[in-house]
């Protein structure tokens, strides 16, 4: 079975950051914001089920869920949301266990940007380690990576959960906050030796 790990943080902390720290420590990584997009690719699982629900103008001219309408709708419209949710939950959790169960590595680290929203997610890890930073930094991130203005960051960070939230479920917890790339990737590989080795 292994050792099974919730990565968790909000938008523009660093969680992937630190997902790639963790594999280059030899765990598999299942980013469940991957299997999302994936989900919603051209020809994807998802693609047929959210033209059905949310009419083909959710659909871009290639073929892939239309990201900013949607993204639009589903913070405007919190049922939309869920109805979303409704289609990709059950497919991200099919995909997440099948990678899982592909995966060689002892280690398995579940890269879950909504653990703790879900509810659901902490009954599947052994271990949460949450990347946490300042949300005055998690907004300076995303605009200067993303190109979003600050109040469409605002939004995604309201709809996550709070800091606090996240670091009350949480066996471990990385400040990525003011700290250089080699000081945050010895913080990484602290909470694998204690973890892990």
Known sequence: MGLRIGLTGGIGSG??????MLADCGAAIIDTDAIARQLTLPGGAAIDAIAREFSPEFIDATGALDRPRMRTLAFADESARKRLEAILHPLIGLETERQASAATQAVKVFDVPLLVESGKWRARVD???????????????????????REAVQAVIAQQATREQRRAVADAVIFNDGIAVDALALEVQAVWKAWVA
């Open 15 to 20: 969680k992937s950051t630190v997902a790639r």
């Open 127 to 149: 271990k949460v380690l949450v990347v946490d930073c300042l949300e005055a930094t998690q907004v300076e991130r995303v605009m200067a990576r993303s190109g979003w203005t």
